[in-house]
């Protein structure tokens, strides 16, 4: 077995025990099957630390107010604490900012606010969106919707056999139809960190503006905005620690203040009357109704907890977690993985010959391993490499390589058992 103090890497500078941080995770001393879990679905979502609980529960217990519209005393601190979190989430991905920052119920919601606001009012019959054939169903549908409705037309930059985005094909693919171009940034299949400054700039040359998927990206490594030059970009709490139900859709000013609002209804009006209504400054025009409040304050909470270890910190630990992992994996017999081996993030998908990945998901749960199997909410990659699914494991700061050895282990057990019973 390998030392578990594999983070005396780089969190803080220091030789500092990856225990220190594991101890701010209560899920992480969770006994399964008799076993200390070994969580590895951090992909679908994250473990939340003490501080993030405790940042909801004192909202509830201390604030327990509506934002932005009463005038008492713990109203006003709710809504303090609220407007805190936007700020974070400003800083974090460097936006000019917080009008420019919107909160969702999480990175679907947020694409489909674009599609609807955006794309609604700026698609016509015969236009064309540019994605890639990695998406995340949450930014497919809600294109393919869009596309319906407005006769327009869906298409795609493929991806290598590798699990790398065919840039070459932009070119051919590019005509003065298309109007908005959408692409994943971290794919959560196969790990790949597309180049999406080099799309942007492409776009851009052609005044079309970019969507960013930020979903995997944004927990796992510094995301610069303005850098980017997106003119759009979504992720969610929940896989960055936060809570689940809270995300934030990034845009830039300009294109926030043409939009029409998404939803109608309390705090994004500025005045009503029986015929007509008028719109809240930005970014409540897109913000109808109560906010998920408890959400918003705890993924401000999540965002302090990552910037204190640092994100620059957090992306090199996660390189070498995913570097030891991919190395345990392609010395097992029968592995395939499924994606490149540098430029990418810690989601490591793969198949073991002959098995099923349910029934390999389903074996490592009885070792007390969490993994995710299927199709990853990505059918269309998994018709292109002619699989029904994959096995899915995906590292946080906060694993370590005995963990992996573990993993590693549960497979040699997985093919030992399902081929020989043994």
């Given at each position: 077995?390998?030392?578990?103090h594999?983070?005396a ?33 951090n992909?679908a979502?994250?473990?939340k ?29 709710a ?13 974090l991905i ?25 794309g609604?009012a700026?698609l016509g ?21 869009l ?6 037309k ?11 985005l065919?840039y070459d ?7 003065d139809?298309?109007?908005?171009v ?21 776009a ?12 995997q ?7 610069d ?16 620690c936060g ?17 029409p609002?998404?939803?109608g209804g ?9 015929e ?20 918003v ?11 204190r ?13 995913t570097?030891?992992l991919?190395?345990r ?13 540098v ?6 998908s793969f198949?073991l ?17 969490a ?12 018709r ?5 699914a994959t096995?899915?494991a995906?590292?946080?700061?906060y ?6 050895d573990r993993?590693a282990?549960a ?12």
């Amino acid at each position: 077995m390998h030392d578990t103090h594999v983070a005396a890497s780089p969190i803080n500078g220091k030789k500092t025990a990856i225990t220190s941080i594991r101890n701010d995770f209560p899920h992480l001393q969770r006994q399964v099957h008799g076993r200390k879990i070994v969580y590895l679905d951090n992909a679908a979502t994250t473990l939340k630390p003490r501080s993030v609980i405790s940042a909801i529960t004192s909202y509830y217990e201390n604030e327990s107010s509506n934002v932005h519209r009463a005038l008492y005393t713990t109203a006003g601190e709710a809504t303090l604490r609220y407007e805190n979190s936007r700020a974070a989430v400003k800083e974090l991905i460097n936006a000019k900012g917080t009008q420019e920052i919107v909160f969702t119920r999480g990175t679907t919601e947020a694409i489909n606010l674009v599609a609807w606001s955006w794309g609604r009012a700026n698609l016509g019959e015969g236009d064309e969106i540019l994605l890639t054939e990695m998406e995340h169903h949450s930014n497919l549908v809600p294109w393919q919707l869009l596309a319906r409705e407005k006769k327009a037309k869906l298409k795609f930059i493929p991806f290598l056999q590798g699990g790398t985005l065919d840039y070459d094909a932009i070119d051919t693919l590019w005509s003065d139809r298309i109007k908005l171009v959408a692409l994943v940034h971290m794919s959560n299949v196969f790990g790949t960190i597309n180049d999406v400054k080099q799309v942007i700039d492409i776009a851009h040359s052609h005044e079309v503006p970019v969507l960013i998927d930020a979903a995997q990206s944004v927990p796992h490594m510094p995301v610069d905005v303005q850098n980017l030059d997106c003119d759009f970009l979504a992720f969610s709490g929940h896989k960055m620690c936060g809570p689940t139900g809270v995300g934030v859709l990034y845009a830039k000013q300009h294109v926030l203040e043409a939009m029409p609002p998404f939803h109608g209804g309390g705090d994004m009006i500025n005045a009503v009357w029986p015929e007509k209504s008028t719109w809240n400054d930005l970014p409540y025009k897109f913000e109808a109704g109560t906010p998920n409040i408890a959400g918003v304050i705890g993924l401000g909470a999540a965002i302090d907890y990552v910037q204190r270890l640092g994100m620059h910190k957090i992306r090199i630990l996660e390189e070498k977690l995913t570097s030891y992992l991919l190395d345990r994996l392609s010395a097992i017999t029968d592995v395939t993985i499924h994606g490149p081996r540098v430029n990418r993030g810690g989601a490591v998908s793969f198949t073991l010959a002959g098995l099923h990945p349910h029934d390999i998901a389903q074996y490592f749960d009885a070792k007390a391993i969490a993994v995710r199997a299927g199709h990853h909410c990505a059918q269309p990659v998994m018709r292109k490499l002619n699989i029904p699914a994959t096995v899915r494991a995906s590292v946080y700061f906060y694993n370590t390589t005995e963990e992996i050895d573990r993993l590693a282990e549960a497979v040699i057990g997985a093919r030992e058992f399902f081929k020989h019973g043994i």
